[in-house]
C-alpha cells in the first residue's frame, strides 16, 4: 500500500510536472486498485512497480517538485 504523506491530489500534480507525457488517466488512483496503477505506470515509464512505488512515495514526502 501507499504510504504517502500529502494527498494524492498534490502528489498527482508533483508527478505530471516531473513527467509531462503522463495525464489525469493514467495517473487515476484508487487504493483497491493500486496494483493497477502501479503496473500501468511502470509499463509506461519502463520501470519496475517497486521502483514506481517508491518514486511515488518519495515525491509524497519531497515538499518541492519530483525528480
Not at 504510504?3 to 498527482?12: D, F, G, I, P, R
Not at 496494483?35 to 517497486?50: F, R, T
Not at 512515495?57 to 517538485?65: A, R
Amino acid at each position: 500500500m501507499l504510504k504517502l504523506k500529502t494527498s494524492w491530489e498534490e502528489v498527482k500534480e508533483k508527478i505530471k510536472e516531473a513527467n509531462v507525457e503522463l495525464t489525469d488517466a493514467d495517473l487515476n488512483y484508487n487504493a483497491d486498485q493500486e496494483k493497477q496503477l502501479l503496473e500501468h505506470l511502470a509499463k509506461k515509464m519502463q520501470k519496475s512497480p517497486e521502483e514506481i512505488k517508491a518514486w511515488i512515495e518519495s515525491v509524497s514526502s519531497n515538499e518541492g517538485k519530483a525528480s
